[in-house]
Protein backbone atom coordinates (compact mmCIF):
# COMPACT_ATOMS: atom_id res chain seq x y z
CA UNK A 1 0.00 0.00 0.00
CA UNK A 2 1.52 3.32 -0.75
CA UNK A 3 1.10 5.73 1.87
CA UNK A 4 -2.36 7.45 1.55
CA UNK A 5 -3.38 4.52 1.29
CA UNK A 6 -1.96 3.15 4.42
CA UNK A 7 -2.98 6.58 6.42
CA UNK A 8 -6.72 6.05 4.88
CA UNK A 9 -7.24 2.40 6.08
CA UNK A 10 -5.06 2.91 9.47
CA UNK A 11 -7.65 5.95 10.72
CA UNK A 12 -10.18 4.54 9.52
CA UNK A 13 -9.17 1.20 11.68
CA UNK A 14 -8.48 3.42 14.74
CA UNK A 15 -12.17 4.89 13.93
CA UNK A 16 -13.55 1.77 14.03
CA UNK A 17 -11.26 0.47 16.93
CA UNK A 18 -12.68 3.01 19.16
CA UNK A 19 -16.41 2.81 18.60
CA UNK A 20 -15.98 -1.30 19.00
CA UNK A 21 -14.00 -0.38 22.27
CA UNK A 22 -17.00 1.87 23.51
CA UNK A 23 -19.33 -1.37 23.18
CA UNK A 24 -16.96 -3.70 24.38
CA UNK A 25 -15.68 -2.18 27.70
CA UNK A 26 -18.70 -2.30 29.81
CA UNK A 27 -19.00 -6.17 29.11
CA UNK A 28 -17.31 -7.35 32.02
CA UNK A 29 -18.82 -5.10 34.56
CA UNK A 30 -22.38 -4.04 32.92
CA UNK A 31 -24.49 -6.93 34.72
CA UNK A 32 -23.29 -6.34 38.18
CA UNK A 33 -23.65 -2.16 37.91
CA UNK A 34 -27.26 -2.60 36.24
CA UNK A 35 -28.76 -4.87 38.80
CA UNK A 36 -28.09 -1.67 41.21
CA UNK A 37 -30.13 0.88 39.07
CA UNK A 38 -33.85 1.70 39.51
CA UNK A 39 -36.37 -0.78 38.40
CA UNK A 40 -33.98 -3.61 37.80
CA UNK A 41 -35.25 -5.39 41.23
CA UNK A 42 -38.24 -5.39 39.95
CA UNK A 43 -37.16 -5.65 36.12
CA UNK A 44 -34.33 -8.13 36.24
CA UNK A 45 -34.45 -8.98 32.43
CA UNK A 46 -33.76 -5.70 31.07
CA UNK A 47 -30.18 -5.87 32.43
CA UNK A 48 -29.29 -8.82 29.60
CA UNK A 49 -31.77 -6.56 27.35
CA UNK A 50 -29.65 -3.89 27.82
CA UNK A 51 -26.59 -5.41 27.86
CA UNK A 52 -27.69 -6.44 24.13
CA UNK A 53 -30.08 -3.97 22.86
CA UNK A 54 -26.96 -2.23 20.89
CA UNK A 55 -27.01 -5.44 18.43
CA UNK A 56 -30.46 -4.96 17.84
CA UNK A 57 -30.13 -1.71 16.42
CA UNK A 58 -26.86 -2.45 14.83
CA UNK A 59 -28.47 -5.47 12.90
CA UNK A 60 -31.22 -3.45 11.51
CA UNK A 61 -29.32 -0.15 10.37
CA UNK A 62 -26.12 -1.38 9.35
CA UNK A 63 -27.01 -2.04 5.56
CA UNK A 64 -29.20 1.14 5.47
CA UNK A 65 -26.24 2.99 6.73
CA UNK A 66 -23.94 1.46 4.17
CA UNK A 67 -26.74 2.10 1.19
CA UNK A 68 -26.75 5.67 2.53
CA UNK A 69 -23.48 6.34 2.64
CA UNK A 70 -23.49 5.82 -1.58
CA UNK A 71 -25.99 8.66 -2.04
CA UNK A 72 -25.04 11.19 0.90
CA UNK A 73 -21.57 10.58 1.31
CA UNK A 74 -19.15 7.84 3.57
CA UNK A 75 -17.81 11.46 5.76
CA UNK A 76 -20.89 12.69 6.78
CA UNK A 77 -22.71 9.16 6.99
CA UNK A 78 -20.46 7.93 9.60
CA UNK A 79 -20.43 11.10 11.37
CA UNK A 80 -24.10 10.87 12.01
CA UNK A 81 -23.64 7.24 13.15
CA UNK A 82 -20.74 8.71 15.64
CA UNK A 83 -23.07 11.59 16.71
CA UNK A 84 -25.80 9.12 17.40
CA UNK A 85 -23.10 6.66 19.03
CA UNK A 86 -22.40 9.57 21.83
CA UNK A 87 -25.85 10.81 21.97
CA UNK A 88 -26.64 6.98 23.42
CA UNK A 89 -23.43 6.92 25.45
CA UNK A 90 -24.53 10.59 27.22
CA UNK A 91 -27.98 8.90 27.81
CA UNK A 92 -26.66 5.70 29.44
CA UNK A 93 -24.33 7.77 31.63
CA UNK A 94 -27.00 10.32 32.80
CA UNK A 95 -29.43 7.29 33.33
CA UNK A 96 -30.12 6.50 36.74
CA UNK A 97 -32.62 3.80 36.07
CA UNK A 98 -32.56 0.51 33.95
CA UNK A 99 -34.92 1.60 31.08
CA UNK A 100 -32.70 5.15 30.31
CA UNK A 101 -29.73 2.61 30.04
CA UNK A 102 -31.27 0.53 28.05
CA UNK A 103 -32.25 3.52 25.94
CA UNK A 104 -29.14 4.66 25.72
CA UNK A 105 -27.70 1.74 24.33
CA UNK A 106 -30.47 1.79 21.60
CA UNK A 107 -28.94 4.69 20.73
CA UNK A 108 -25.82 3.49 20.93
CA UNK A 109 -26.42 0.67 18.34
CA UNK A 110 -28.35 2.92 16.08
CA UNK A 111 -25.20 4.74 14.65
CA UNK A 112 -24.33 1.45 12.84
CA UNK A 113 -21.17 3.18 10.84
CA UNK A 114 -19.32 -0.55 10.17
CA UNK A 115 -20.70 -0.57 6.46
CA UNK A 116 -19.88 2.55 5.77
CA UNK A 117 -16.66 2.57 7.18
CA UNK A 118 -15.76 -0.55 5.21
CA UNK A 119 -17.48 0.85 1.69
CA UNK A 120 -14.83 4.47 2.48
CA UNK A 121 -12.05 2.27 3.08
CA UNK A 122 -12.99 0.85 -0.66
CA UNK A 123 -13.13 3.99 -1.72
CA UNK A 124 -9.62 4.61 -0.55
CA UNK A 125 -7.66 1.61 -1.74
CA UNK A 126 -6.76 -0.31 -4.84
CA UNK A 127 -8.26 -3.49 -5.74
CA UNK A 128 -5.21 -5.29 -5.14
CA UNK A 129 -4.64 -3.67 -1.60
CA UNK A 130 -8.21 -3.84 -0.02
CA UNK A 131 -7.76 -6.92 1.33
CA UNK A 132 -4.62 -6.03 3.76
CA UNK A 133 -6.95 -2.55 4.55
CA UNK A 134 -9.97 -4.99 5.91
CA UNK A 135 -7.74 -7.39 7.50
CA UNK A 136 -6.45 -4.15 9.93
CA UNK A 137 -9.86 -3.29 10.37
CA UNK A 138 -10.21 -6.95 11.25
CA UNK A 139 -7.09 -7.24 13.81
CA UNK A 140 -8.12 -3.64 15.34
CA UNK A 141 -11.01 -5.25 16.74
CA UNK A 142 -9.95 -8.25 18.22
CA UNK A 143 -7.58 -6.05 19.87
CA UNK A 144 -10.20 -3.94 21.01
CA UNK A 145 -11.82 -6.57 22.24
CA UNK A 146 -8.89 -8.44 24.01
CA UNK A 147 -7.91 -4.61 25.33
CA UNK A 148 -11.93 -4.45 26.66
CA UNK A 149 -11.65 -7.48 28.95
CA UNK A 150 -8.67 -6.09 31.18
CA UNK A 151 -9.11 -2.23 31.03
CA UNK A 152 -13.39 -2.51 31.33
CA UNK A 153 -12.59 -3.49 35.02
CA UNK A 154 -9.67 -1.11 35.37
CA UNK A 155 -11.91 2.28 34.09
CA UNK A 156 -14.89 0.81 36.64
CA UNK A 157 -12.94 0.98 39.70
CA UNK A 158 -11.54 4.40 38.72
CA UNK A 159 -14.90 6.32 37.42
CA UNK A 160 -17.40 3.84 37.28
CA UNK A 161 -19.36 2.50 34.52
CA UNK A 162 -21.16 5.67 34.13
CA UNK A 163 -17.76 7.57 33.72
CA UNK A 164 -17.26 4.61 30.92
CA UNK A 165 -20.46 5.48 28.89
CA UNK A 166 -19.31 9.73 28.96
CA UNK A 167 -15.44 8.51 28.06
CA UNK A 168 -16.92 6.49 25.06
CA UNK A 169 -19.11 9.41 24.10
CA UNK A 170 -16.11 11.43 23.95
CA UNK A 171 -13.81 8.66 22.21
CA UNK A 172 -16.59 8.95 19.31
CA UNK A 173 -16.78 12.86 19.30
CA UNK A 174 -12.97 12.96 18.41
CA UNK A 175 -12.90 10.03 16.14
CA UNK A 176 -15.33 12.76 13.99
CA UNK A 177 -12.22 14.70 13.82
CA UNK A 178 -9.91 12.29 12.95
CA UNK A 179 -12.18 11.18 9.94
CA UNK A 180 -12.32 14.79 9.01
CA UNK A 181 -8.51 15.43 9.48
CA UNK A 182 -6.60 12.30 8.72
CA UNK A 183 -8.84 10.65 7.10
CA UNK A 184 -7.58 11.16 3.51
CA UNK A 185 -10.29 12.77 0.59
CA UNK A 186 -12.04 10.58 -1.74
CA UNK A 187 -10.71 11.00 -5.00
CA UNK A 188 -13.43 9.22 -6.80
CA UNK A 189 -16.37 7.27 -4.71
CA UNK A 190 -18.08 4.12 -6.39
CA UNK A 191 -19.66 0.80 -5.72
CA UNK A 192 -17.46 -2.39 -4.95
CA UNK A 193 -19.17 -5.53 -5.08
CA UNK A 194 -16.68 -6.98 -2.70
CA UNK A 195 -16.75 -4.31 0.05
CA UNK A 196 -20.29 -3.12 0.01
CA UNK A 197 -23.93 -4.62 -0.28
CA UNK A 198 -25.62 -4.78 -3.46
CA UNK A 199 -29.51 -5.11 -2.76
CA UNK A 200 -29.72 -7.62 -6.31
CA UNK A 201 -27.56 -10.08 -4.70
CA UNK A 202 -29.49 -10.97 -1.65
CA UNK A 203 -31.69 -13.88 -2.90
CA UNK A 204 -28.53 -15.93 -3.65
CA UNK A 205 -26.80 -15.13 -0.86
CA UNK A 206 -29.78 -16.44 1.44
CA UNK A 207 -30.20 -19.34 -1.06
CA UNK A 208 -26.83 -20.41 -0.34
CA UNK A 209 -26.47 -23.30 2.25
CA UNK A 210 -22.92 -22.78 3.41
CA UNK A 211 -23.21 -19.26 3.83
CA UNK A 212 -26.67 -19.33 5.94
CA UNK A 213 -24.71 -22.04 8.01
CA UNK A 214 -22.29 -19.48 8.70
CA UNK A 215 -24.51 -16.89 9.11
CA UNK A 216 -26.40 -19.27 11.85
CA UNK A 217 -22.83 -20.25 13.44
CA UNK A 218 -22.06 -16.30 14.34
CA UNK A 219 -25.22 -15.89 15.89
CA UNK A 220 -25.10 -18.37 18.11
CA UNK A 221 -21.30 -17.08 18.77
CA UNK A 222 -22.52 -13.61 19.69
CA UNK A 223 -26.20 -14.60 21.46
CA UNK A 224 -23.93 -17.32 23.65
CA UNK A 225 -21.03 -14.37 24.23
CA UNK A 226 -23.48 -12.22 25.46
CA UNK A 227 -25.27 -14.37 27.68
CA UNK A 228 -22.79 -15.40 29.67
CA UNK A 229 -21.47 -11.94 30.12
CA UNK A 230 -24.77 -11.14 31.99
CA UNK A 231 -23.91 -13.80 34.25
CA UNK A 232 -20.06 -14.38 34.61
CA UNK A 233 -19.73 -10.78 36.34
CA UNK A 234 -22.20 -12.10 39.21
CA UNK A 235 -20.43 -15.04 39.76
CA UNK A 236 -16.89 -13.82 40.22
CA UNK A 237 -18.58 -10.62 42.27
CA UNK A 238 -20.99 -13.35 44.08
CA UNK A 239 -19.97 -12.09 48.14
CA UNK A 240 -20.83 -15.69 49.01
CA UNK A 241 -18.48 -17.60 46.56
CA UNK A 242 -15.50 -15.16 47.67
CA UNK A 243 -13.87 -15.34 44.20
CA UNK A 244 -12.83 -12.12 42.81
CA UNK A 245 -13.76 -8.57 43.89
CA UNK A 246 -14.94 -6.26 40.38
CA UNK A 247 -12.00 -3.90 40.98
CA UNK A 248 -9.88 -7.17 40.40
CA UNK A 249 -11.29 -9.12 37.68
CA UNK A 250 -8.55 -7.88 35.36
CA UNK A 251 -6.32 -10.00 36.92
CA UNK A 252 -8.16 -12.88 35.88
CA UNK A 253 -8.58 -11.49 32.24
CA UNK A 254 -5.49 -10.57 31.58
CA UNK A 255 -4.05 -13.69 31.79
CA UNK A 256 -6.99 -15.64 30.21
CA UNK A 257 -6.33 -13.05 27.39
CA UNK A 258 -3.01 -13.52 26.49
CA UNK A 259 -2.98 -17.55 27.10
CA UNK A 260 -5.80 -17.63 24.84
CA UNK A 261 -4.51 -15.14 21.99
CA UNK A 262 -0.96 -17.59 21.98
CA UNK A 263 -2.91 -20.85 21.86
CA UNK A 264 -5.41 -19.65 18.90
CA UNK A 265 -2.15 -18.71 16.46
CA UNK A 266 -1.25 -22.01 16.05
CA UNK A 267 -4.85 -23.34 15.27
CA UNK A 268 -5.39 -20.47 12.35
CA UNK A 269 -2.38 -21.16 10.95
CA UNK A 270 -3.20 -25.19 10.66
CA UNK A 271 -6.68 -23.66 9.49
CA UNK A 272 -5.31 -22.08 6.44
CA UNK A 273 -2.06 -23.12 5.66
CA UNK A 274 -2.43 -26.40 6.33
CA UNK A 275 -6.25 -26.55 4.98
CA UNK A 276 -7.32 -28.27 7.77
CA UNK A 277 -10.11 -25.87 8.36
CA UNK A 278 -13.20 -27.98 9.08
CA UNK A 279 -11.17 -29.68 11.75
CA UNK A 280 -10.65 -26.61 13.29
CA UNK A 281 -13.72 -25.16 12.83
CA UNK A 282 -15.54 -28.02 14.76
CA UNK A 283 -12.09 -28.35 17.66
CA UNK A 284 -13.13 -24.52 18.12
CA UNK A 285 -16.56 -24.87 19.11
CA UNK A 286 -15.90 -28.21 20.95
CA UNK A 287 -13.32 -25.85 23.31
CA UNK A 288 -16.56 -24.23 23.69
CA UNK A 289 -18.84 -26.78 24.42
CA UNK A 290 -16.39 -27.76 27.33
CA UNK A 291 -15.39 -24.11 28.77
CA UNK A 292 -19.24 -24.01 29.10
CA UNK A 293 -19.55 -27.62 31.24
CA UNK A 294 -16.99 -26.55 33.20
CA UNK A 295 -18.68 -23.02 34.35
CA UNK A 296 -21.83 -24.55 34.82
CA UNK A 297 -19.82 -27.16 36.68
CA UNK A 298 -17.25 -25.57 38.86
CA UNK A 299 -17.74 -22.01 38.53
CA UNK A 300 -17.47 -22.02 42.33
CA UNK A 301 -13.39 -22.61 41.60
CA UNK A 302 -11.74 -19.18 40.44
CA UNK A 303 -9.01 -21.45 38.78
CA UNK A 304 -11.55 -23.82 37.56
CA UNK A 305 -13.06 -20.37 36.11
CA UNK A 306 -9.99 -19.41 34.60
CA UNK A 307 -9.07 -22.39 33.04
CA UNK A 308 -12.76 -22.43 31.06
CA UNK A 309 -12.36 -18.94 30.40
CA UNK A 310 -8.59 -20.13 28.83
CA UNK A 311 -10.92 -22.43 26.11
CA UNK A 312 -13.61 -20.44 25.50
CA UNK A 313 -11.83 -17.48 24.92
CA UNK A 314 -9.16 -19.90 22.78
CA UNK A 315 -12.27 -21.40 20.54
CA UNK A 316 -13.71 -17.67 20.61
CA UNK A 317 -11.11 -16.05 19.02
CA UNK A 318 -9.95 -18.15 16.54
CA UNK A 319 -13.34 -18.80 15.33
CA UNK A 320 -13.13 -15.02 15.05
CA UNK A 321 -10.97 -14.77 12.64
CA UNK A 322 -12.26 -18.05 10.91
CA UNK A 323 -15.74 -17.16 10.11
CA UNK A 324 -14.68 -14.27 8.23
CA UNK A 325 -12.27 -16.13 5.87
CA UNK A 326 -14.74 -18.84 5.68
CA UNK A 327 -17.55 -16.51 4.28
CA UNK A 328 -14.69 -14.85 1.50
CA UNK A 329 -14.19 -18.32 0.61
CA UNK A 330 -17.60 -20.05 0.11
CA UNK A 331 -19.20 -16.47 -1.25
CA UNK A 332 -19.36 -16.66 -4.77
CA UNK A 333 -17.55 -14.01 -7.21
CA UNK A 334 -18.43 -10.79 -6.81
CA UNK A 335 -21.16 -10.31 -4.18
CA UNK A 336 -18.82 -10.52 -1.29
CA UNK A 337 -19.72 -7.44 0.32
CA UNK A 338 -23.56 -8.67 0.30
CA UNK A 339 -22.57 -12.50 1.77
CA UNK A 340 -20.65 -10.14 4.68
CA UNK A 341 -23.23 -7.57 5.26
CA UNK A 342 -25.79 -10.81 6.14
CA UNK A 343 -23.02 -12.05 8.26
CA UNK A 344 -22.35 -9.06 10.14
CA UNK A 345 -26.40 -8.42 10.39
CA UNK A 346 -26.65 -12.31 12.11
CA UNK A 347 -23.45 -11.39 14.24
CA UNK A 348 -25.20 -8.42 15.80
CA UNK A 349 -28.82 -9.58 16.03
CA UNK A 350 -26.80 -12.46 17.36
CA UNK A 351 -25.81 -10.53 20.19
CA UNK A 352 -29.26 -8.91 20.83
CA UNK A 353 -30.71 -12.52 21.93
CA UNK A 354 -28.24 -13.49 23.72
CA UNK A 355 -29.15 -10.68 26.02
CA UNK A 356 -32.38 -11.60 26.32
CA UNK A 357 -31.93 -14.93 26.93
CA UNK A 358 -29.43 -14.25 29.92
CA UNK A 359 -32.19 -11.89 31.01
CA UNK A 360 -34.95 -13.98 31.23
CA UNK A 361 -33.31 -16.96 32.21
CA UNK A 362 -30.89 -15.56 35.22
CA UNK A 363 -32.27 -14.52 38.47
CA UNK A 364 -30.66 -12.62 40.83
CA UNK A 365 -32.76 -14.17 44.06
CA UNK A 366 -32.22 -17.51 43.02
CA UNK A 367 -28.61 -17.15 41.75
CA UNK A 368 -29.29 -20.01 38.98
CA UNK A 369 -25.98 -19.38 37.49
CA UNK A 370 -25.80 -23.37 36.11
CA UNK A 371 -28.56 -22.75 34.16
CA UNK A 372 -27.46 -20.18 31.75
CA UNK A 373 -24.14 -22.08 31.71
CA UNK A 374 -25.69 -25.08 30.54
CA UNK A 375 -28.19 -23.29 28.25
CA UNK A 376 -25.24 -21.51 26.24
CA UNK A 377 -23.72 -24.92 26.29
CA UNK A 378 -26.55 -26.74 24.29
CA UNK A 379 -26.20 -23.77 21.79
CA UNK A 380 -23.06 -24.71 21.44
CA UNK A 381 -23.18 -28.36 20.72
CA UNK A 382 -26.60 -27.48 18.22
CA UNK A 383 -23.67 -25.10 16.20
CA UNK A 384 -21.49 -28.46 16.40
CA UNK A 385 -24.26 -30.98 14.86
CA UNK A 386 -24.44 -27.67 12.25
CA UNK A 387 -20.74 -27.42 11.96
CA UNK A 388 -20.62 -31.59 11.54
CA UNK A 389 -22.40 -31.06 7.93
CA UNK A 390 -19.53 -28.69 6.74
CA UNK A 391 -17.66 -30.32 4.05
CA UNK A 392 -13.92 -28.95 3.44
CA UNK A 393 -14.47 -25.78 2.31
CA UNK A 394 -12.98 -24.47 -1.27
CA UNK A 395 -9.54 -22.71 -0.16
CA UNK A 396 -9.93 -19.83 -2.33
CA UNK A 397 -8.76 -16.01 -2.51
CA UNK A 398 -10.78 -13.49 -3.65
CA UNK A 399 -8.86 -10.97 -6.69
CA UNK A 400 -10.32 -8.10 -7.81
CA UNK A 401 -8.75 -5.98 -10.92
CA UNK A 402 -9.66 -2.74 -12.35
CA UNK A 403 -10.28 -2.82 -16.50
CA UNK A 404 -11.09 -0.67 -18.63
CA UNK A 405 -13.45 -2.73 -21.37
CA UNK A 406 -16.99 -1.65 -22.24
CA UNK A 407 -18.88 -4.11 -23.72
CA UNK A 408 -20.60 -7.27 -22.93
CA UNK A 409 -18.76 -8.98 -25.74
CA UNK A 410 -15.50 -7.91 -24.18
CA UNK A 411 -16.45 -8.75 -20.61
CA UNK A 412 -17.99 -12.68 -21.78
CA UNK A 413 -14.30 -13.00 -23.55
CA UNK A 414 -12.42 -11.58 -20.28
CA UNK A 415 -14.42 -14.00 -18.41
CA UNK A 416 -13.31 -16.65 -20.14
CA UNK A 417 -9.37 -16.54 -20.47
CA UNK A 418 -9.17 -15.86 -17.05
CA UNK A 419 -11.42 -19.00 -16.21
CA UNK A 420 -8.86 -21.02 -18.69
CA UNK A 421 -5.84 -20.07 -16.32
CA UNK A 422 -4.84 -22.73 -13.90
CA UNK A 423 -6.12 -21.69 -10.20
CA UNK A 424 -8.75 -20.10 -11.43
CA UNK A 425 -12.16 -20.82 -10.20
CA UNK A 426 -14.45 -18.15 -10.80
CA UNK A 427 -14.23 -14.63 -12.70
CA UNK A 428 -16.84 -12.52 -12.93
CA UNK A 429 -16.98 -8.81 -14.92
CA UNK A 430 -19.13 -5.93 -13.78
CA UNK A 431 -19.32 -3.28 -16.36
CA UNK A 432 -20.76 -0.83 -14.15
CA UNK A 433 -18.23 -0.54 -11.53
CA UNK A 434 -15.56 -1.24 -14.14
CA UNK A 435 -14.25 -4.40 -12.32
CA UNK A 436 -13.56 -7.85 -12.50
CA UNK A 437 -13.96 -10.33 -9.38
CA UNK A 438 -11.90 -13.63 -9.37
CA UNK A 439 -11.57 -16.59 -7.00
CA UNK A 440 -8.37 -18.18 -7.33
CA UNK A 441 -6.69 -20.88 -5.41
CA UNK A 442 -3.05 -18.96 -4.17
CA UNK A 443 -1.09 -22.62 -4.60
CA UNK A 444 -1.98 -23.11 -8.14
CA UNK A 445 -2.58 -19.39 -9.43
CA UNK A 446 0.14 -17.46 -11.69
CA UNK A 447 -0.46 -14.67 -9.79
CA UNK A 448 1.71 -12.19 -12.32
CA UNK A 449 -0.22 -13.78 -15.83
CA UNK A 450 -3.26 -13.23 -13.64
CA UNK A 451 -2.32 -9.30 -13.50
CA UNK A 452 -1.07 -9.13 -16.73
CA UNK A 453 -4.09 -10.33 -18.47
CA UNK A 454 -6.93 -8.27 -16.45
CA UNK A 455 -4.17 -4.98 -16.81
CA UNK A 456 -4.22 -5.62 -21.01
CA UNK A 457 -8.01 -5.74 -21.25
CA UNK A 458 -9.67 -3.53 -23.15
Not at 21 to 26: A, K, M, N, Y
Not at 275 to 292: D, N, P, T
Request: charged fraction near 15%; glycine fraction near 8%; aromatic fraction near 8%.
Amino acid sequence: MNAAEKRGAGSLAAIFGLRMLGLFLILPVFSTYAHGLEGALEHPELVGIALGAYGLTQALLQIPFGMMSDRFGRKPVIAVGMILFAIGSVIAAMSTSIEGVLLGRVIQGSGAVAAAITALVADLTRDEHRTKAMSMIGITIGVSFAISMVLGPILNAWIGVDGIFWLTGVLALLSILVLYFVVPEVKKSGHHSDSEVSSGSFGRILRDVNLLRLDAGVMILHASLTALFVVLPMVLADKHLHLLALSEQWKLYLPVMLVSFVLMIPLVIIAEAKRKMKQVFMLSIALLVMACVMLATGHGSLMWIAIALVLFFTGFNTLEASLPSLVAKYAPAGVKGTAMGVFNTSQFFGAFLGGVLGGFMYHPALQNYAEVFWVVAILFVLWLLIAATMEQPPYLAARSFKISITSQAQAKGLECKLLALEGVDEAVVILAESSVYCKVDNKLVDEEKLYMMTASAG
